[in-house]
């Protein structure tokens, strides 16, 4: 059971296993930062204490970004998209987000840029 306000959690359309995904975003420049996974809980504990918690699909446990690193979200805002099936969390980025060391989880690989 989670402490997530029930008008909130009866707008989340989460998939077969219970998550929504919460794209990342740095909050003033609006540069998309990651993708991480939340369910009830760990979006409750979201929005209650002002630091990005997801839950971790591989090892099956919920985590907040910098615990271990020290590169921390501190969370500005919380949106939900309109059709209640994807988060959009703005944040203050403290270091690089992506677990590479890279400032962002996309900065690997450009599939399509338009030249013009």
Known sequence: MSDLAP???ARLRRNPDGLVPAVVQ???TGEVLMLGWMDDEALARTLAGGRVTYWSRSRRE???KG???GHRQWVKEVRLDCDGDTLLVRVD???P???TGDRTCF???V???DGR
């Open 7 to 9: 008008d909130i959690a």
């Open 26 to 28: 740095q909050h003033d």
């Open 62 to 64: 919920y985590w907040r």
């Open 67 to 69: 615990d271990t690193s």
């Open 93 to 95: 980025q403290e270091g």
């Open 97 to 99: 987000a992506c677990h």
């Open 107 to 109: 900065d690997a690989d």
């Open 111 to 113: 599939l399509f840029a």
